[in-house]
């Protein structure tokens, strides 16, 4: 027999690859085959619940990193939660109306306009659900635990039902109404947009200071006066009604180059120097209120311009006085209403002017200002032209400019529950303390929720209009309309006239004839998926309202966390969550954001199929989410890295337990040598750590950092490091060898476990190794953990003699470097100890050349205070003296030592090994020992 046969070395059929693009398809395949979803929530049925609400990803593309590290970061969370005794079940959603999915079928040369809207809304449809099977399948290919076969979709018949009655809620509360007010809209959407739909970019822009003659100066400015204006927009001056000043401040009639202007006093320095007057002479002051009411001339129509007082005014830029477009400013809207003005917006749904704003029709707006300016200095109006670049609000799906526009549009109130929102905001778990402050500062300064949408796929307004115009929102016209999409679906509103959409019988006083029409416009898709509390956590029976949690992208503050709070408020009186977490951007390695037109994305597909999707997830447990992450294929070779440490080290205590049987072999904690009843204080105290600070405060980084410290320092650099010095050499059921035994077997259960949330597809390949009662890792809890007696003073214990073992390895590795030594078994070491060095080598009760990988017959501990030669290795509290070992090498154990031989049968190995090999192999032994 070889020598080698008689060492216990570790064998498994744990593979050193892992293999993972190919495994991992085959295991899911087999856990969705064995429906494992569906065991775990029988499993914690009756148990305490946990709810994420998945907020919906849009039905259009392939995923991508962010999509990867919000699933997984929610599916690491619901894993975990389930692992440690809550019922937590996982709804996916997704998002499915909107415009990119109408701009999709416009690229595919899909012609709205030439077929009906039921046939282009069923083509919409169609679009979107294949685009919800595809990202269900890559969201699945994560390893992503769910309820896949039953997510809920905002186009679906009983979705759209729901969010129909939560419309006529709030309108029933009197928080839905129809107005003409300036609104963002979007001439190359061709609609109206909603604040959360707004991003801003730089633009360069004409910087104009305008002179408007006075007509009526109320007896204090004659007509060869003119108030100056400054504006950006110089084709909103079309619809200017008016001029706005500040009661509070004060203003000056000037004379500057021979012409008379009224500018703000405090301001007068900064026009001047702007538009480059030489001399300057003031006339008067006025207070601001005196200038009330008084008009002036249009610079370039036959129509007055009325001053007005108002707040808004400020003295940060311009004149201080504030050409007032009511069409086309929220501010212009709400001072001229004050006054009565005409709210005049002449441009149409494509950012054209229309016959409102004459010598302009036709022409699109951003056209029409260097036509507009040539127009003013035609006039004489032209104090001033020059270009500047400012931040400017866009379409954060096209990415063209927006506009100010008022049109007629329906709204939800804000004001009327503003409070309300800011109470709850106050109630909810905001787990990052600044996404508080982020969303309270939203709701308290956003104007009213402009929630029509002049589109074709979304859900429509259920609005009727009597035969005088007047809206019909009643309960008995909600409820009739919410279930005939409940049977039907919305599409059946472009189906049918507005008489066969109303209950049966329907009067009402204002349409004597009975005739009625519908709302053509359709609701803003953040009010569908706004809505998801109400069709969803209300709906569902495995779910509960409010959310236990939400979590999104950053961006979501203005988005999806908003408009749920927002439309739950109002019919719930209540936030729709209890805690909400956000997650930061994925960047690329250079922290730039990911663009196809830089050419620096990565597809998740990618990562996958080249390295599995357990290495994607591995990734999000590495990085702060809080804030942006990178990533790049050398960051995730570096996570590759990380990942074989780990499987490498579970292989190694794999294949040492492989003869370990937990139920027979164990050895009781009590009964543990000092060591391992260390080893096991540290795993409790690792398994603690991973689920109190990082697991149960969702801090992936912490746990992510905790497994690989153990890995690395406890295990690696120590445990396994001299264990196989016990585990290949001794006997097989000896005493030493099953302490270690079941320490490993311990370290491997609790950490397959811990780790299952982060790498579910590796764990159940290691569990599969193990000898559990659960067939599936997924399956089981997440291990206890619990104090032990003496605790603090072993764990002390051993902290010291760590501290003294680094100070004998860097004297072994002088050594080494001086070429006394090779490994280090073949060292004789002598320790020069302090009093407290040599107590604690007492203390520690182990077999210490063993702990130091050194042969025992080489190894001397001196008395406290014997003065070490001047050759050893100087420390504080020590001194270490390392020389070449006396005696023979033996074949075995490979220790140096001077006992080899004295078995003659086993003349190349030492006492030890002779008579374990002898009392194990008697039969090797009498026909002869093969070296």
Not at 149 to 167: K, M, Q, W
Not at 238 to 252: C, E, F, H, Q, T
Not at 407 to 416: E, Y
């Amino acid at each position: 027999m070889k020598m080698k046969e008689t060492l216990h070395l570790g064998k498994t059929s744990f593979p050193m690859r892992g293999n993972l693009p190919t495994r991992e398809i085959e295991w899911q395949k087999e856990w969705e085959e064995k429906e494992l979803y569906r065991l775990r929530q029988e499993l914690n049925a009756g148990k305490p619940s946990f709810v994420l609400h998945d907020g919906p990803p849009f039905a259009n593309g392939n995923i991508h990193l962010g999509h990867s590290l919000n699933k997984i970061s929610k599916d690491i969370i619901v894993r975990s939660k389930s692992m440690s005794g809550f019922r937590a079940p996982y709804v996916p959603g997704w998002d499915t109306h909107g415009l990119p999915i109408e701009q999709v079928l416009t690229n595919k040369g899909i012609k709205r306009k030439e077929m009906s809207m039921a046939e282009y809304r069923q083509k919409c449809y169609d679009y979107a659900m294949t685009q919800v099977d595809a990202q269900r399948e890559d969201f699945k290919r994560l390893g992503v635990s769910g309820d896949w076969d039953n997510p809920y979709i905002t186009l679906t018949p009983d979705f759209e039902a729901a969010e129909i009655r939560v419309f006529g809620k709030m309108a029933e509360k009197g928080y839905i109404y129809k107005g003409l007010k300036p609104i963002y809209w979007s001439p190359s959407s061709e609609s109206s947009l909603a604040e959360a739909e707004i991003e801003y970019k730089d633009v360069k822009s004409a910087s104009i200071y305008v002179a408007f003659q006075v007509k009526d100066g109320k007896g204090l400015l004659s007509e060869d006066t003119a108030f100056v204006i400054w504006t950006t927009t110089p084709w909103t001056l079309p619809a200017n009604m008016g001029i706005s000043v500040n009661p509070d401040y004060v203003y000056l009639e000037i004379k500057a180059d021979g012409r008379q202007f009224v500018v703000a006093k405090d301001l007068l320095e900064t026009v001047k120097e702007a538009i480059g007057w030489q001399e300057i002479e003031i006339l008067q002051e006025l207070a601001g209120d005196q200038l009330d009411k008084m008009t002036a001339q249009h610079p370039f129509y036959d129509r007055e311009s009325l001053v007005m007082l108002g707040d808004h005014v400020t003295l940060e830029a311009g004149t201080g006085l504030v050409h007032t477009a009511p069409g086309h400013g929220e501010d212009d809207y709400i001072v001229s209403r004050r006054y009565g003005l005409e709210v005049l917006s002449p441009v149409d749904g494509r950012g054209c002017f229309t016959e409102e704003a004459p010598m302009f029709e036709g022409v699109f707006y951003d056209k029409a200002n260097p036509m507009i300016t040539e127009l003013l200095a035609e006039k004489n109006a032209l104090l001033k032209l020059d270009f500047f670049t400012h931040s400017y609000p866009h379409d954060w799906r096209t990415k063209k400019p927006v506009i100010f526009r008022a049109t007629p549009q329906w709204f939800a109130s804000i004001d009327k529950f503003r409070q309300n929102m800011l109470d709850e905001v106050e109630n909810v778990d905001w787990l990052l303390p600044w996404g508080k402050t982020r969303i309270y500062n939203m709701i308290r300064d956003r104007g009213d929720w402009v929630i029509s949408r002049q589109r074709a796929w979304g859900v429509p307004l259920p609005v009727f209009y009597a035969e005088n115009g007047e809206p019909i929102i009643t309960p008995e016209t909600i409820e009739h309309v919410a279930q005939l999409f409940e049977e039907h679906g919305s599409n059946i509103w472009f189906q049918k006239e507005a008489k066969d959409l109303l209950p049966e019988g329907f009067t009402h006083p204002a349409s004597p004839n009975g005739e009625f029409t519908k709302e053509t416009d359709i609701m803003d898709v953040w009010f569908d998926s706004g809505s998801s509390h109400e069709a969803v956590l209300r709906q569902r029976e495995e779910l509960t309202f409010p959310a236990d949690m939400y979590l999104e992208g950053s961006d979501q503050y203005r988005g999806w966390f908003n408009s749920s709070l927002t439309t739950s408020v109002a019919i719930n009186g209540v936030a729709p969550y209890k805690a909400v977490l956000s997650q930061g951007f994925v960047l690329d390695g250079e922290g730039r954001k990911m663009s196809k037109s830089i050419g620096n994305t990565i597809l998740p597909d990618k990562v996958i199929k080249q390295m599995g999707a357990d290495i994607l997830r591995l990734w999000v447990s590495s990085v702060d989410y809080e804030a942006d992450v990178r990533v790049s294929m050398d960051i995730l070779n570096q996570v590759s890295e990380v990942y074989r440490k780990i499987r490498n080290t579970m292989r190694f205590l794999l294949a040492n337990t492989e003869d370990f049987n937990p139920s027979t072999d164990r050895v009781a904690y009590e009964d543990l040598r000092s060591v391992d009843k260390y080893m096991t204080i540290r795993l409790n105290q690792t398994i603690k750590e991973i689920r109190e600070e990082g697991y149960e405060k969702y801090n992936f980084l912490q746990i992510y950092r905790t497994v690989m410290n153990y890995l690395t320092i406890d295990l690696s650099a120590f445990y396994l490091d001299f264990a196989k010095d016990v585990v290949y050499i001794e006997a097989q059921n000896d005493y030493q060898r099953r302490c270690m035994q079941t320490v490993f077997y311990d370290v491997a259960v609790a950490l397959s476990k811990l780790l299952t949330p982060i790498i579910p597809h590796t764990a159940e390949e290691i569990w599969s190794h193990l000898k559990e009662e659960e067939a599936y890792v997924q399956l089981a809890e997440f291990p206890s953990y619990q104090d032990f007696a003496n605790q603090e003073e072993l764990l002390d214990t051993w902290a010291a003699f760590l501290d003294f073992r680094d100070k004998v390895l860097k004297a072994l590795e002088t050594a080494r470097n001086e070429k006394l030594i090779g490994k280090s078994l073949e060292a004789k070491v002598t320790i020069y100890p302090n009093e407290q060095i040599h107590t604690l080598l007492t203390a520690v009760n182990a077999n210490i050349p063993q702990l130091l990988i050194v042969s025992p017959d080489s190894f001397e501990i001196m008395g406290a205070h014997v003065e070490a030669p001047a050759s050893a290795v100087q420390f504080e509290d020590v001194a270490i003296l390392v020389e070449k070992a006396e005696g023979e090498t033996c074949d075995r154990c490979r220790q140096v030592k001077k006992d080899v031989g004295t078995d003659t049968k086993l003349p190349t190995l030492c006492a030890h090994c002779a008579q374990i090999v002898t009392k194990e192999y008697p039969e090797a032994v009498v026909e002869g020992f093969e070296a």
